[in-house]
């Protein structure tokens, strides 16, 4: 749907809010939060403090719900009532309300936004807001989820290169999108002046040298061993199941070693397991269809 | 019966102007929003919208038990702003649609009973109406519905939780009406002119008229070479009935309809 509807422009004119919202895609542990702070120290941009999940626990819904009903035997959802234009309008008015009650009406700061589920929502964000600024923080997947298995986010290596993968897939997903910027976490670290210097050019802000200096500050400290080698273990399962990801944003993949063997049969038996368990489904739905037969032919 | 209610929490469009009908399935909703319909001043549609439901997830973000979410800025008050912005437009958007003429929306959604603190807290100078059928009724026609529990039982079941959620929350809505199927069958105009009344709402000659014409359409019937009426749950078989009344004998009996 969203690779060819967006609200139109005489509906994002109407918006209190035109302009002004700049939402940061990221899988997390990608440096997303470390960009927002950063980018907070700029006048004329005000970082929400927490995340608002609007997207992903919200307007999510709404577009799931939009065409409710097409198997039912009743007329039922928001498609009965109005258009799409109307519909994504109405989605505007409610995600508008939320960021109009943090920042406020007044004033044209650019208000920046990150929650951890958005960046899969990036096609109903871009047909929401086609004239909001979107920053996409990539980060290495293998350095991505080697964090993400740790006890603060307890992935499994397999659940969070998947998650990673979908996640990048679904910023690229709707299609070109002109108001999209992508940025490299490592850069950011390793480069935060000219990062710093480059975001503000797009995002058409006008800080001051202290801000842009605090920023560039802020960038720097998250360098800090965040650029240390990744888990063997993840890597390799990042690799197998996303390499072709990795390698579209620029990274090289390493050496296949034990760590990939062993990747590799994990897979293997994940797979086997998995259709063998489809195989078992498939003979109990025929024995279930088998029965229901020669019940309604008693 | 009190008709003061709160102000709408934003300048709405519809504010004091807004009415929701909801019930257990197979009450009767399609139908008086049918007959709702013959006043001008009021827009609606006999879909169900199910926006309550699609605003789950964004209710469910409010209160979030992390401290995350859409509450950090909008507060309760704000939450209830937002909702009403997403309502409001998509029912101006309808009633621009198809009743640019009129100043009140009527909305329909069965399932809405159980959304009934969010709607309260969206919509707080609403109209609630409430139709509440024979459960022993509604049993059978839902069993026999294409979207209802296969059995009657099963049936019986969704109607005291439908009706048991109306009990729990209602005294949430400051102006909340019930209305019994039974008795708008039996005087479909004479009831809705009621409802016109206890909503404010004028009523003529010819509306009167429009009523009188609307009230013998018979709507969402999905068995036709039965017509409509109260009492069709004596053709349940015995064991049906037995099966129903384990079930809703205790909230019948309540709601009077045991010994009919």
Not at chain 1, 233 to 244: F, M, Q, R, S, T
Not at chain 1, 276 to 285: G, I, S, T
Not at chain 2, 100 to 109: G, H, I, L
Not at chain 2, 202 to 229: I, K, M, N, W
Request: net charge negative; hydrophobic share 45%.
């Amino acid at each position: 749907m969203t690779d060819t509807l967006r609200l139109g422009d005489e509906y994002v004119a109407m918006s209190p809010l035109r302009g002004r919202p700049v939402f940061l895609l990221a899988t997390p542990e990608s440096g997303a939060e470390l960009l927002l702070h950063a980018l907070g120290e700029l006048e004329g941009a005000t970082a929400l403090p927490v995340p608002t999940h609007m997207f992903s626990q919200g307007a999510a819904t709404l577009f799931d719900r939009w065409v409710a009903g097409e198997e039912s035997t009743r007329p039922q959802g928001m498609a009965e009532l109005v258009d799409e234009q109307e519909f994504f309008a109405a989605v505007r008015g409610l995600t508008d309300t939320v960021l109009a009650s943090a920042v406020g009406l007044d004033g044209d700061d650019r208000v920046m936004e990150y929650s951890k589920g958005h960046i899969f929502q990036t096609g109903v964000i871009a047909a929401i807001y086609p004239d909001a600024d979107l920053v996409h923080v990539v980060r290495d997947g293998r350095k991505v989820v080697s964090r993400g298995v740790t006890p603060l986010h307890d992935w499994s290596a397999r659940e969070g290169a998947r998650r990673w993968r979908e996640d990048q897939e679904a910023v690229t997903a709707p299609g070109e999108l002109p108001n999209l910027h992508v940025v490299r976490f490592e850069d950011l670290v390793t480069q935060p002046a000219e990062s710093v210097k480059s975001l503000v050019d797009v995002l058409h802000l006008a800080p001051s040298p202290a801000d842009v200096d605090a920023a560039v500050a802020i960038l720097a400290r998250g360098a800090a061993g965040a650029l240390d080698p990744p888990l063997p273990h993840p890597a390799a399962i990042v690799e197998l199941l996303a390499g072709d990801v990795l390698e579209a944003y620029g990274y090289t993949l390493g050496d296949r070693g034990k760590a990939h063997r062993n990747a590799r049969i994990e897979l293997g038996v994940e797979s086997a397991v998995l259709g063998a368990r489809e195989q078992v489904n498939r003979v109990l739905h025929r024995l279930r269809d088998a029965a229901q037969r020669a019940q309604a032919e008693q | 019966m009190t008709t003061d209610a709160p102000a709408a929490p934003y300048p709405s469009p519809f504010a004091d102007r807004a009415a929701f009908v909801f019930g257990c399935p197979r009450s009767g909703t399609t139908w008086l929003v049918h007959l709702l319909l013959a006043h001008p001043d009021i827009a609606g549609a006999d879909a169900e919208s199910l926006v309550f439901n699609a605003l789950e997830d964004f209710w469910n973000n409010a209160h979030r038990s992390d401290g995350e979410g859409v509450s950090a800025y909008l507060g309760d008050g704000g939450v209830g702003v937002a909702q009403r912005v997403f309502c409001d437009g998509i029912f101006a958007a309808a009633r621009n649609r198809f009743f640019p003429e009129a100043s009140w929306f009527v909305e329909k959604t069965p399932d809405h009973v159980f959304r009934l603190p969010a709607m309260a807290m969206t919509y707080p100078d609403g109209w609630f109406i409430h139709v509440l059928r024979d459960g022993r009724d509604v049993a059978r026609s839902l069993a026999k519905a294409p979207f209802g529990p296969p059995d009657p039982g099963g049936a019986a079941a969704m109607w005291v939780n439908a009706v048991q959620q109306v009990q729990l929350h209602h005294w949430r809505l400051p102006r909340f009406i019930e209305i019994r199927y039974e008795e708008l069958v039996a005087d479909p105009v004479g009831q809705t002119i009621g409802l016109f009344e206890w909503m404010g709402l004028e009523v003529d000659d010819t509306v009167r008229a429009e009523l009188a014409e609307r009230a013998p359409h018979a709507v969402s019937v999905y068995y036709p070479d039965e017509g409509v009426g109260a009492g069709k749950w004596a053709k349940l078989t015995p064991d049906e009935q037995t099966a129903v009344r384990a079930v809703a004998g205790e909230l019948l009996a309540e709601l009077g309809y045991a010994d009919s």
